[in-house]
């Protein structure tokens, strides 16, 4: 791993997102490396022909990583990736605010992966053409390691080359700051507003499922009671038809009638049975309708539970959706007055920067003459 090098480094590629790094104890959890979403970039050092994902947060370089072609970036989630560096021993994860950016990562790093892949054959190439014998003592690489580690342990030092970029990284230091809080509570009451319209469209959804059933209901209460009468009525028609033949029966008992009766009171009694039996059947299709109409009240009564509900979830996140408003006006209040306070240091610099202006110029008349 080299030391930062800005100004002879190109950036190719930059993007925002959360650092994390590995628990070196456990090797398992993460530990946040930036309380906030920072720049990570990818840089082309041209004069070692090297690829690197650096990112800064401060004045410390939470991020110095060399990508080697056996590198490889793993999607763990939605909007979570990690890589391992073996050189600095740690592995490291990057979260995004959408898949999206993710996925924009995830392609740059295959193919700063593929160039550094031919980077180091084109050089290898180079180095066997120009001095094939050429080895490194062991002593040699131990010191170089050494070297770049000591380098990599000590943080860059942000260099201020006059009053004017001085005011210009505070002002931006705290634009940003005030913005990634009002980007969060805009994104929280944002998901808060999209619950309560999905809530919202639920409930409408279940409103007009009740009003259906209660409809069906209504619906069905009438045919229920049309089934009970005839019901009654069927009921009545079988024991009428039962009697008559029973009074068949014992009529032929009593008379015994010619071959031509035996026919008609034999096909006589054979539709009666036949209409017995299909009045038996209706019976059967209205009691299982009637075990339908019991299904359907029980439905009727859980979509007006579910409906229930709803109402109070909707509530709650009304509630939470005014104390998040409340929360982002407070939080635009609390801005207004930092750039306030920040204007006012900004002016009260300025002034010390010309006095010192002035006492240079001063200085310098004095060491002139």
């Known amino acids: 791993m080299y030391p930062l090098h800005r100004e ?6 930059s993007c925002r997102a959360h650092v994390f790094q590995i628990d070196p104890a456990t090797k398992r959890n993460w ?6 979403a920072v720049t990570v970039s990818f840089f082309y050092d041209a004069t070692r022909n090297v690829y690197r994902i650096i990112s800064v947060g ?31 021993n740690t ?7 959408s898949e999206q950016q993710l996925h924009q990562f995830s392609e740059r ?3 700063v992966k593929e160039a550094a892949r031919l980077a180091r054959e084109k050089s290898q190439d180079k180095f066997e053409l120009t001095n094939p014998a050429l080895n490194i003592a062991a002593p040699q690489l131990s010191q170089l390691s050494q070297d770049l580690s000591e380098d990599l342990q ?47 469209a639920e409930l409408f959804t279940l409103q007009d499922s009740n009003t259906k059933l209660v409809a069906a209901l209504h619906e069905a209460n009438a045919n229920v009671e049309e089934w009970k009468k005839q019901l009654a009525a069927y009921q009545d028609e079988t024991e009428r038809l039962r009697d008559q033949v029973a009074e068949l029966e014992a009529h032929s008992g009593k008379h015994r009638p010619g071959d031509i009766g035996k026919d008609e009171l034999a096909q006589s009694l054979e539709e009666l049975e036949s209409l017995l039996k299909a009045k038996d059947e209706e019976i059967q299709m209205l009691q299982t309708k009637k075990s339908d109409f019991n299904e359907l009240e029980q439905e009727r009564e859980e979509a007006i539970h579910r409906l229930q509900e709803l109402e109070v979830r909707n509530m709650e996140l009304e509630r939470r959706v005014q104390g998040a408003e409340q929360t982002l006006a407070s939080t635009l209040e609390e801005r207004v007055r930092a750039e306030s306070e920040l204007h006012r240091i900004i002016d009260i610099l300025d ?4 006095d010192l202006n002035d006492l240079r110029q001063s200085l310098t008349k004095l060491i002139d003459k």
């Open 109 to 111: 790093f295959k193919e």
């Open 31 to 36: 530990i946040p490396a930036s309380k906030h």
């Open 154 to 200: 000590s943080p860059p030092v942000l260099c201020v080359n006059g009053p004017g970029e001085d005011k210009l990284y505070r002002s931006q230091s705290a634009d940003i700051e005030l913005s990634s809080e009002k980007e969060r509570l805009k994104k929280m009451l944002s998901e808060g507003s999209i619950c309560e319209m999905n809530w919202e």
């Open 91 to 97: 592995v490291y994860g990057l979260g995004f605010a």
């Open 351 to 354: 002034v010390k920067i010309f």
């Open 58 to 88: 401060g004045t410390k370089a939470i991020i110095n990583s060399t990508i080697t072609p056996n590198m490889t970036f793993t999607k763990t989630s939605q909007k979570f990736g990690q890589w391992a560096d073996s050189r600095a």
């Open 8 to 13: 002879r480094e190109q950036p190719i590629f």
